[in-house]
């Protein structure tokens, strides 16, 4: 039997009535029922937070050339970012590469995907968050795994090379030392 995303839910915040009135019309149905149920929080054992868009739309929008058409969903443990863009499709912003990919236009597709082997291959470092895990120990839901130096300036992915540090502060580190993620898929077209 497959794992289900929601199955091992951690929540760390609930979702205020104006945070979801802000959104609604925003974000797909399936996301703000998991937020109205859920709240935010971490699931896929720490790997992946549900986050309040707020506390990243900044960072987003000063480090991702579409952040002004994006809402931050969730963020990885490494501080990579998966979007909602235009209103209709689901987006992969990897600060620690300097890349974007679309994951696609089917938001509970996504959901359905997300806890797969082959999504996680695709897209998550989940070999690399358990060594850290190890090294490190278990993250609070505001923080991330940080590369020293970053991987972008040709940092190691070693776990003796991170330290542990606020999402949103270390993504706004990242594009002032390394510049905006750019969607070369945009640049092309």
Not at 12 to 30: I, M, N, W
Not at 66 to 89: C, H, K, M, N, Q
């Amino acid at each position: 039997m497959e794992k289900k995303l929601f199955d091992d839910f951690v929540p760390a915040q609930r979702v205020r009535r104006k945070t979801l009135k802000r959104y609604r019309d925003f974000l797909p149905a399936s996301l703000i029922e998991a937020w109205q149920q859920h709240g935010f929080g971490t699931m896929m054992g720490g790997y992946l937070k549900m986050v309040n868009p707020d506390e990243y739309l900044d960072a987003l929008a000063q480090g991702y050339v579409r952040g002004g058409v994006s809402i931050p969903i969730f963020v990885t443990a490494f501080a990579d970012v998966i979007t909602w863009e235009e209103g209709r499709l689901v987006g992969f912003v990897n600060f620690r590469y300097k890349f974007y990919d679309s994951i696609g236009h089917d938001f509970d597709a996504f959901l359905e995907e997300v806890n797969t082997e082959a999504f996680a291959m695709a897209f998550f470092d989940l070999e690399g968050y358990d060594a850290a895990v190890k090294r490190w120990g278990p993250l609070p839901y505001d923080k991330c795994f940080c590369h020293v130096p970053l991987l972008a300036m040709g940092g190691s992915k070693s776990v003796e090379n991170m330290d542990i540090g606020d999402a949103a502060v270390h993504l706004a580190i990242m594009t002032h030392l390394t510049g905006m993620v750019i969607d070369s898929d945009a640049e092309q077209g």
